[in-house]
């Protein structure tokens, strides 16, 4: 199999992810697995491509794919008031007909209604664009939706691949609509709320997808509550928001006032969920607690009223004399702590099945995705493998020929990628993969090295060059090189006599 670097897949999608531009910060933990899951999405036979069917499809087919609902993320389009004509569907659509063609003899009226080849007109959207498209691949215009993403942050998006399944989510989310879609609004949470960042035109999409590859899990908690109110009061507040639908991409089971925030999305807001995993949350003896006291249900009243029971039988025990009525009270009161427990026991049960499930109840679509296996992602594909292998070879030949920063940035890519693949994967048939990567990072040190020492006069590099390839190598040692043997020099020279003055200082003090 020949794979040409200018035609691969793989980079292309490293260009589309921003991987190659952006050099601020580090780069997330093992960032190229966002292609591979991405790989599964386009797989309509993947177990993870079919769960996540009812986001990711938009098809302009009549027929959904399976498991996939009638009514997806983008909406029907209102229709406005252009016609076009068009065949019956029914004979209910009769009083609909154009009315010359009641003129036609009965028979043929007849005829006609039966083989549904009478005329009507029939609303259509027209095309009206809010400007002029400049781009085959971004068009907006006024009636394309407008979708709020809800990405989650916090340190537990780390395990099972999860962040990079949502990452892959995302990528192919908005991949998928990038034609149809006039808006795109994107928001971090965890314990505290990100910045809003919004895509309106082909630049802008371009940097939030960037953003949002680069984004990492390091966040404690999941404010989900929190979250979801402020994307509503953006949608209510700012005006290009309006009609906004929500997507939530989680892995947190947090809990929420369904009621509250029903009553905040009104009639105009949509929303929908992705969990990611199957974590579960119980609540906790506070919050038990306190909706016994503010409850309105059957079993919070009873509790109530035994517990006043209970605190006027220990006012009674103080009062009475006899002790044969103290012992009767005493028995009450250990039946009343018995019941009060049961109930109490009963209330928590019911409210775990639902406690931190409260999104689904108010979620269009909601979609819980089992982790992600490694053997899913790092099977043993040969054709992949293969594929890989043959353009790390060709990368190879690029750098023994020539090559410029962008060939070095590329290789470090693949040298990423081809890493992630043998470190990850159970095949033990791995030596020439991993023999070929050794290889390809062995030329990389070299050019590094050469660069900095300025002997490579074929190759142009500037800091920011080094810095980013030495980011995507993810090696302390190559960053090191950036500094020359001489401003190393000078440095140890500073600490050497500021060390010096201050021992001579010290000797001054003590004599």
């Known amino acids: 199999m020949t794979t040409t670097i200018t035609q691969s ?27 591979e899951i991405a790989r599964i999405l386009e797989d309509s036979t993947q177990r993870l491509s079919q769960t996540l069917a009812p986001i990711i499809w938009n098809d302009d087919s009549e027929t959904p794919p399976p ?8 909406p029907h389009i209102h229709t406005s008031e252009e016609y076009e004509a068009n ?36 609303p259509r959207v027209p095309r009206n664009y809010r400007y002029q498209k400049d781009s085959d691949t ?9 979708v709020y993403i809800l990405f989650d942050t916090s340190r537990s998006m780390q395990e099972h691949f999860r962040i990079h399944v949502a990452k892959a989510l995302v990528y192919f989310f908005l991949k998928k609509n990038k034609k149809e879609l006039g808006t795109i609004f994107f928001r971090t949470f965890d314990a505290e709320i990100g910045q809003l960042h919004r895509a309106e035109n082909a630049g802008a999409y371009d940097d939030l997808m960037s953003y949002a590859m680069h984004v990492k899990a390091v966040g404690a908690g999941t404010a989900l509550s929190k979250a979801i109110e402020t994307a509503i009061s953006d949608i209510h507040t700012v005006t290009t928001l309006a009609e906004t639908e929500i997507l939530i991409i989680t892995d947190g089971a947090a809990h929420i006032d369904p009621e509250k925030i029903k009553r905040l999305m009104g009639d105009s807001i949509t929303i929908h969920c992705v969990k990611i995993g199957n974590a579960t949350i ?16 059957e079993q919070t009243v009873q509790i109530r009223k035994l517990i006043e029971r209970k605190r006027d039988l220990e006012k009674q025990l103080y009062t009475v004399t006899a002790e044969s009525r103290k012992t009767a009270i005493r028995g009450e009161i250990a039946h009343c ?22 999104i689904e109840q108010i979620a269009s679509i909601f979609i819980n995705v089992s982790d992600i296996q490694a053997n899913e992602v790092f099977g043993q594909d040969e054709d992949r493998k293969n594929t890989l292998e043959a353009l790390a070879r060709e990368m190879i030949e690029t750098l023994q020929n020539s090559p410029t920063a962008e060939d070095l940035k590329r290789a470090a890519v693949i040298f990423d990628h081809i890493k992630l693949f043998t470190d990850n994967s159970n095949d033990d048939d791995n030596k020439s993969f991993d023999g070929i990567n050794k290889e390809l ?33 993810k090696s302390q040692r190559t960053m090191m090189q950036r500094i020359s043997i001489i401003k190393l020099l000078r440095i140890l020279y500073k600490k050497l006599r500021r060390y010096l003055l201050r021992l001579k200082q010290h000797r001054r003090f003590r004599g």
């Open 9 to 35: 897949d793989f980079l292309e999608k490293m260009v589309e992810f921003g991987f190659f531009d952006r050099i601020e910060g580090t780069l997330p933990d093992d960032f190229t697995l966002v292609y």
């Open 67 to 74: 498991q996939s609902p009638e009514s997806t993320i983008i």
């Open 87 to 122: 065949l019956i569907d029914s004979y209910r659509d009769i009083a609909r007909i154009y009315p010359h063609q009641f003129l036609l003899p009965e028979t043929v009226f007849y005829q006609r209604l039966a083989e549904r080849s009478l005329w009507m007109p029939k």
């Open 138 to 146: 971004f068009a907006p215009d006024s009636r394309k939706q407008k």
């Open 282 to 297: 119980q609540p906790d003896t506070k919050y038990v607690q306190d909706l016994i006291i503010t409850g309105n249900s």
């Open 337 to 358: 702590d018995k019941m009060i427990n049961q109930l109490t026991g009963r209330l928590t049960s019911s409210i775990a099945s639902t406690y931190g499930k409260e």
């Open 441 to 473: 990072k062995s030329y990389l040190d070299k050019l590094l090295a050469e660069s900095t020492q300025k002997q490579m006069a074929n190759v142009e590099f500037s800091e920011d060059d080094k810095i980013q390839i030495s980011k995507l190598l």
